[in-house]
């Protein structure tokens, strides 16, 4: 009988073979058949992604609106300020001009860059190639003219342009219907959609976030802002809840209101931010956990025996 050789981990007890490889590869097979099923099952938010046809199939009327509030330059993303024009101030924090500071770096012309331009593309419409050679020669003020008084006509039959009174629109209304065709066709995803592969939906979303369907959606889904938007998701499913310390504040006045209120919760939570990075070198709140002792209820067990 050979002689047992005695080794470091030697031992009297029993042992048998164990396959380490084996094991894990089970355990990852069980894992994934269960991943897999569970997925299956329960699924993950997979919303689709809004796009033009969808709007304007939802909402055509919405759709010839907002082209109409481009061309009329009375649009959100128009009046935004930087990074986009120079037509706001954009938000202040008192006296600092943030978002003028920031400066355009990304110029956009709302009624040329969303509306004119992509309808420019569009060939063998001899109707549409008037319209935009009417609209083009005419003056600045003349297109404002004309687009605002459409908008404003619109405005007052609710936004149906089949009830609007007549006017002096020029190519406006025709403007209008070609944007809203264009979008029925679907040839405005790939005509916003920036560089080779339409990477860059900057145009794409302010124009869709000028209308009214984009937030509608969002406030279908409890998105919207005063809906604590910022911490959700999609459905049930869960958000971001570190961002509620800074969404908490868009939920009361009076930043609710606030037209600067991004700059003023900006500085507030960097000011907040500061005062705990500086918390142990301020005087006075720097003695509050000796002041408070939450800290002996924390460690209450190791004090009890501490003050005996």
């Given at each position: 009988m050979r002689a047992k050789v005695a080794t470091p981990d030697s031992h009297d007890f029993p042992?048998?073979?164990?396959?380490?490889?084996?094991?894990?590869?089970?355990?990852?097979?069980?894992?994934?058949?269960?991943?897999?099923?569970?997925?299956?099952?329960?699924?993950?938010?997979?919303?689709?992604?809004?796009?033009?046809?969808?709007?304007?199939?939802?909402?055509?009327?919405?759709?010839?609106?907002?082209?109409?509030?481009?061309?009329?330059?009375?649009?959100?993303?128009?009046?935004?300020?930087?990074?986009?024009?120079?037509?706001?101030?954009?938000?202040?924090?008192?006296?600092?001009?943030?978002?003028?500071?920031?400066?355009v770096t990304v110029p956009i012309d709302s009624a040329n860059d969303l509306v004119i331009g992509p309808l420019g593309s569009v060939k063998g419409?001899?109707?549409?190639?008037?319209?935009?050679?009417?609209?083009?020669?005419?003056?600045?003020?003349?297109?404002?003219?004309?687009?605002?008084?459409?908008?404003?006509?619109?405005?007052?039959?609710?936004?149906?342009?089949?009830?609007?009174?007549?006017?002096?629109?020029?190519?406006?209304?025709?403007?209008g219907t070609a944007f809203l065709t264009l979008a029925q066709s679907g040839g405005l995803e790939q005509l916003l959609a920036g560089g080779f592969y339409g990477g860059d939906q900057t145009k794409a979303l302010l124009l869709l976030s000028d209308g009214t369907y984009l937030e509608d959606q969002a406030v279908a889904r409890s998105l919207g802002g005063d809906q604590w938007g910022m911490i959700n998701s999609t459905g049930n499913n869960p958000g971001q809840p570190w961002l509620a310390p800074v969404s908490f504040w868009y939920q009361i006045e009076p930043f609710k209101s606030s037209e600067n209120a991004d700059a003023i919760i900006f500085?507030?939570?960097?000011?907040?931010?500061l005062v705990v990075i500086l918390l142990p070198f301020i005087p006075g709140l720097r003695a509050i956990p000796e002041k408070i002792p939450v800290y002996r209820l924390v460690w209450r067990n190791y004090y009890r025996t501490q003050d005996k």
């Open positions: 042992t048998r073979p164990y396959d380490l490889v084996k094991e894990g590869a089970i355990a990852f097979g069980v894992i994934l058949v269960l991943a897999l099923a569970l997925a299956a099952i329960f699924s993950s938010p997979d919303e689709k992604a809004i796009s033009f046809k969808a709007w304007a199939a939802a909402t055509p009327n919405d759709v010839i609106v907002t082209a109409v509030s481009e061309l009329a330059e009375t649009s959100g993303s128009a009046g935004y300020g930087a990074p986009y024009n120079t037509n706001s101030q954009g938000q202040t924090l008192g006296p600092l001009a943030l978002q003028r500071w920031g400066g419409d001899t109707a549409l190639s008037g319209a935009l050679a009417q609209w083009k020669a005419a003056t600045a003020d003349q297109q404002s003219a004309w687009a605002t008084a459409y908008a404003d006509a619109l405005d007052a039959a609710g936004g149906d342009p089949a009830a609007v009174a007549d006017g002096e629109y020029g190519p406006v209304p025709e403007l500085g507030m939570m960097g000011l907040l931010v």
